[in-house]
């Protein structure tokens, strides 16, 4: 299984390093580096890299690559999971996952891992039986450890570990009793020069934070659940109740987690949250570009398109551009070519524009191609695929719980074609 585990950071500087079966020489990422260089942008680099005696198996969050040494072959995905599962559980350890955070608490990190992977099999991956095993640090357990010379670990094997519900510790109790649901979906579209959807899918997930006491058995009913397909869940869910009924039924783990995330792939269901009018220009033989934008509210229901961000790498002869923002402001690297207009909330009545000329360099020839326009946003309260939570009941406990449900819209890779 996993031999080894190896944390590089963006300068390339492995700062830890953790091996269960045998030591493997850091040497083996080399490959690695290769395969960095070669790549355009830093979440290019191949997940999965063959070596003549090892594979190396990576995943890039918070700008640090967890690089997995394999020497038989296994399945990717199980391992690509295991590292997310592990930058999730230092998140939740830590607050953040940095490296300044992993390096503050070093030993925290290796306890963990040790108990995650045994003799490189994932062994406890949960974060509730992670927490009775190994505490989390606070600044008074530090300062303990540090003058005892005591450590996190935990006296007793966690409740959970044998039990059918290992996701869950017994005992749990709350004075206020809450449950929410944050239904968060990402739209990757492409739109050509027409202003036609070329391709369109939202990713989307189900995030939940749950603090019930006692041991309470939930079901969450959607309004369209056929809108939802290639559905992946947390092993909470009872997948014989989905397939009947299309009804959510479990007991949450603890806490936060993720409930199920999903993808919505047929364009007729991705509505698209913005248009875009766009005229870039550039005449042959002259040395001045025309540039001129204006984004607009589409199919957003009446929601407010929030945090717009709008980059552009222009064309390498472009020297610099004097544009006008009738909202927001825009910046542009004259190094980089990047031309980047920080909208905010477009207002429907009045539409934000950017409009100027662009200079460029004398005797240099039209380029060859238009700029792309990526877009950022946000919508809240909307579900852009149109999904809707139809109702969620409680069973075996007695108190009535808080319930709440969010939703949110976010771009992707959204791009707009001139």
């Known amino acids: 299984m996993i031999h080894s585990l190896f944390l590089i950071n963006a300068s390339g500087d492995i700062f830890l390093e953790k091996h269960w079966k045998s030591v493997v020489s850091r040497s083996v990422c080399d490959y690695f580096f290769e395969a960095q260089e070669r790549a355009s942008e830093p979440e290019n680099v191949p997940p999965v890299i063959p070596t003549p005696h090892h594979y190396l198996i990576s995943v890039l969050r918070h700008r640090i690559y967890f690089v997995a040494v394999i020497q038989s072959e296994v399945p990717p995905l199980f391992v690509i999971e295991f590292l997310h599962r592990v930058v999730d559980t230092f998140q939740d350890y830590f607050g953040v996952c940095t490296e300044a955070a992993i390096k503050d608490n070093v030993v925290v990190v290796y306890e963990l891992l040790e108990e995650m ?221 990047m031309l980047t207009w920080d909208v905010g909330k477009i207002n429907p009545q009045k539409l934000p524009s950017l409009k100027g000329s662009m200079n460029l360099q004398a005797g240099a020839s039209k380029p060859d191609e238009n700029p792309t326009i990526n877009i950022q946003l946000k919508i809240q309260q909307m579900a852009i695929s149109g999904l809707k939570v139809n109702r969620l009941d409680m069973y075996g406990e007695k108190y009535k719980p808080f319930k709440g449900i969010k939703y949110m819209t976010k771009a992707g890779k959204f791009q707009v074609r001139t």
């Open 117 to 337: 992977l045994d003799n490189g099999f994932p062994l406890a991956t949960e974060s509730n039986i992670l927490k009775e095993l190994i505490k989390p640090p606070t600044i008074l357990r530090t300062m303990v450890n540090t003058i005892t010379g005591s450590t996190n670990v935990g006296e007793q094997l966690p409740t959970g570990q044998l039990s059918v519900v290992p996701w869950r510790r017994t005992g749990v109790k709350y004075t206020n009793n809450e449950a929410y649901f944050d239904v968060v979906e990402e739209i990757d579209a492409i739109i050509d020069k027409s202003g036609s959807t070329i391709t369109a899918e939202i990713q989307g997930v189900i995030d939940a934070c749950v603090k019930l006491t006692g041991m309470p058995d939930l079901t969450l009913s959607f309004m369209n659940p056929r809108l939802l397909d290639d559905v992946s869940f947390h092993p909470c869910v009872r997948f014989k109740r989905w397939e009947a009924e299309r009804i959510l039924s479990f007991i949450p783990p603890d806490g936060n987690f993720r409930l199920l995330s999903y993808h919505v792939s047929s364009q007729n269901l991705v509505a698209i949250p913005v248009y875009v009018k766009h005229n870039i220009t550039f005449r042959e033989g002259s040395s001045q570009g025309r540039f001129d934008l204006t984004l607009g509210p589409k199919q957003t229901m009446g929601k407010a398109v929030e945090a717009v961000l709008v980059s552009s790498q222009l064309p390498r002869g472009v020297l610099n551009a004097n544009l006008n923002a009738s909202q927001g402001t825009y910046t542009f690297d004259p190094v980089t070519k």
